[in-house]
């Protein structure tokens, strides 16, 4: 689809650093994390919402990610990690791992500032990790 990133990653138009990929999904570092140990994990089929994609398909995204939650676990050592789907972000149906060391980095309190009296949540705020970094992050996560 045009002008979604996560079909420019599957089509080779643009870089990441890519923990696991097989024929259904692909899991990569996302550059836009509030921690860089953080993954996503997406079907290599454009589908917006991740409600619409068939049951098996969304199972394998969830079991990838699990396998890649407790892999984050084993070589990073967070508190917690958390897993999720929120819908916004990219327009291609995703799942969200990150590791959590605060009650609040399930909403990604790195990326919340406060205007005009108002919390508000933004990507301005997290830093870009260079690409080195998010491929050795990729690398350590692919280890068995």
Do not use: W
Not at 14 to 33: R, T
Not at 86 to 108: E, K, R
Request: with cysteine.
């Amino acid at each position: 689809m045009a002008n979604c990133p996560f079909c420019e990653i599957i089509n080779g138009q643009a870089e990441a650093s890519v923990i696991y990929e097989d024929e259904l999904v692909m899991a990569i570092v996302p550059l836009h994390a509030p921690y860089p140990e953080s993954a996503v994990v997406f079907p290599k089929q454009h589908i917006d919402h991740f409600t619409d994609l068939p049951k098996s398909l969304a199972t394998h995204v969830m079991n990838v990610g699990f396998d890649i939650g407790q892999k984050i676990m084993r070589e990073y050592a967070p508190g917690r990690i958390g897993m999720g789907v929120h819908g916004y972000g990219v327009a291609h149906a995703h799942f969200n791992v990150f590791p959590q060391n605060h009650p609040f980095d399930v909403v990604f309190r790195k990326m919340a500032y406060v205007k005009e009296g108002e919390v508000k949540f933004a990507f301005k705020n997290l830093p870009i990790p260079s690409r080195d970094a998010m491929d050795a992050i990729a690398e350590r996560l692919r280890k068995d």
